[in-house]
C-alpha cells in the first residue's frame, strides 16, 4: 500500500477506540517536515443498541474504509489502560482489539501510547485535563476542530501528533 505524506514524512492514523464511539484522525508532516497536517478526521459511531458484535463490525469496516481511503503507513493507538468497571475495561479491550487488526490487516506499523504519555508530549504534563489536550491539538494542527467533534476525535488526533513528534525525536537520536 502506497502511503501518501507530505516531503518525507510519513502519514499516521490515531486512534481512539471505543465500543460506541471510535474516533481517528490522519496527520501528516507540512510542506518540507515543518509543522503538521490534518488530512481527514471523524468518528465512527455503531448504532448504541446493536449487540456488540455488530457495533464491533461497524468499527472494523468503518476503519478498513478510512485506512484505504487516507493510506496511513503508521497507526497510533492508545495502550491498555485499567477502568474502574471490569466489564467496561472488556469491552472497550475488544473495540481496541478490532481496530488493532483493522491496521494489522492493513499491514500498518502500529504504535501505542499511554494517556499520560500523549498528554506529556503535548502539553507537557501527563495530568493534563482533555481541554488542554484540544487546545494544543487546535494549536499545532493550525485549525479549530469543529465544535461537534467529540473529544474522541481530538484524543486521536493527539495520539497521531504524539507518534509523530516521537519519530522526530527518534530520527534525531534525541530519544
Request: with cysteine; proline share 6%; hydrophobic share 45%.
Amino acid at each position: 500500500m502506497a502511503a501518501h505524506a507530505g516531503a518525507g514524512g510519513v502519514r499516521v492514523l490515531g486512534l481512539d477506540p471505543g465500543s460506541l464511539r471510535t474516533g481517528w484522525g490522519v496527520v501528516e508532516p507540512g510542506v518540507g517536515g515543518r509543522g503538521l497536517k490534518l488530512v481527514a478526521c471523524g468518528v465512527l459511531a455503531p448504532p448504541p443498541r446493536d449487540p456488540l458484535p455488530r457495533r464491533l463490525r461497524h468499527i472494523f469496516e468503518g476503519l478498513g474504509q478510512v485506512i484505504s481511503q487516507h493510506q496511513p503507513r503508521e497507526m497510533a493507538v492508545e495502550g491498555v489502560f485499567t477502568a474502574q468497571n471490569a466489564r467496561t475495561a472488556l469491552i472497550l479491550g475488544q473495540a481496541r482489539g478490532v481496530a488493532l487488526l483493522a491496521g494489522a490487516m492493513a499491514g500498518l506499523e502500529t504504535h501505542e501510547y499511554s494517556p499520560a504519555a500523549v498528554k506529556k508530549a503535548l502539553v507537557g504534563g501527563g495530568r493534563a485535563a482533555k481541554e488542554q489536550v484540544r487546545t494544543m491539538v487546535e494549536a499545532l494542527l493550525k485549525q479549530s476542530l469543529p465544535a461537534h467533534y467529540s473529544q474522541d476525535v481530538s484524543d486521536a488526533l493527539a495520539l497521531a501528533v504524539c507518534h509523530l513528534h516521537s519519530r522526530e525525536l527518534k530520527s534525531r537520536g534525541l530519544s
